[in-house]
């Protein structure tokens, strides 16, 4: 199968206005937060921690971290692939997805489930009963990102 087949079309947040907050917030709910997430058959869940009245996973799905404030800034290729995170977790098995687990230098075990053609990525965090916790998903925007995958997948466990 293909993803094209099974990959929704990407949320629109071009432009920015002051509801795309909400409109992206209504799919998180719908696809993360009300929908039970499973990978390879495990449970998929997050921490329920709460900022700024959204879960601190929305904003790691919808924002990143601008280097010199530290504060979370809109993330438009974030945010408007939002609505495929849950379809890359589910067809987990489909050819057009690199999934892998990787060692972490702190040891942690890390499930990352890459949509190469896309440049999309999505991150978990894999326990010892094969449950995983999401922990962020992003457009892959800068080559050394790719270098980086691509390392981390050829040395998988």
Known sequence: MSADTWLPEMAKVNPWTDRTLEYLYAIFLEDIKHFPLQYAGYDVWFFSDMEDG?????????????KETKERIPDMRRSERLPWVNPCIENYSDSDLLCWDYEEGNRTIKTYVWLKDKDFVVIMKKYKNNSR?????FFIDYESKRKNLAMKYKNRI
Do not use: A, G, N
Request: overall charge neutral; aromatic content about 12%; hydrophobic content about 40%.
């Open 54 to 66: 959204k879960e601190v996973l929305f904003w790691h799905l919808t924002s990143r971290e601008d």
């Open 133 to 137: 916790r999401l922990v962020t998903s």
